[in-house]
């Protein structure tokens, strides 16, 4: 993986919980009871109604289908804003575990998606695999577009020349090779 790039669910506003079992080992306590009326929400924000406002937008949200792919506009990711009630913001919606302890989704289940962090000025959403036409909708990534700019020049520059890291790795099987 680039260092200009990272995962965009590595990178989300608040801690998100993948079952009741990890919720409560980091929360100290049992999750609400699930609520099968409402959607999936992994993710919860304490500081939401501290505004005295009875809902809350969150500005950094992108679009997905109910398959869980994301909405891509002209090959970009589209974010658009998510408003919740504070009481929906406030708390968690965990479906029950199986005695594996696996979440066991059911068809037709949606969940609310969690923020992801504000960018900085040098970042941008791609989807991955856009530079080699692979347009799945199914990875976001937050690039660093000056760190990839320099990171492709340097690898546009190693085309096709054998490098300091090639001889390290060709030296590590020799030796394990016994060579």
């Known amino acids: 993986m680039s260092k200009s790039q990272v995962v965009l669910n590595s990178q989300t506003a608040f801690r998100m919980f993948a079952n009741r079992t990890e919720f409560k080992s980091a929360a100290g306590q049992e999750a609400p009871p699930y609520d099968p009326a409402r959607k999936i929400k992994r993710w919860f924000d304490s500081n939401a109604g501290a505004d005295g406002l009875p809902e809350v937008i969150y500005q950094n949200n992108i679009m997905s289908r109910p398959d ?43 969940e609310i998606p969690c923020p992801f962090r504000d960018l900085t000025q040098d970042e941008i959403l791609v989807v991955a695999g856009a530079e080699a036409g692979f347009l ?44």
């Open 68 to 110: 869980g792919t994301f909405v891509l506009k002209n090959g970009a990711p589209v974010v658009r804003p998510l408003v919740l009630p504070v009481e929906e913001a406030r708390t968690v919606n965990l479906p029950p575990e199986d005695p594996s302890g696996n979440t066991a989704i059911q068809p037709g289940w949606t």
């Open 136 to 179: 799945s909708g199914k990875v976001i990534m937050i690039r660093n577009a000056k760190l990839f700019e320099v990171e492709q020049a340097r690898l546009a520059d190693e085309s096709g020349k054998f490098t300091a890291a090639d001889r390290a790795i060709l030296k590590a099987i020799a030796d394990k090779l016994g060579a």
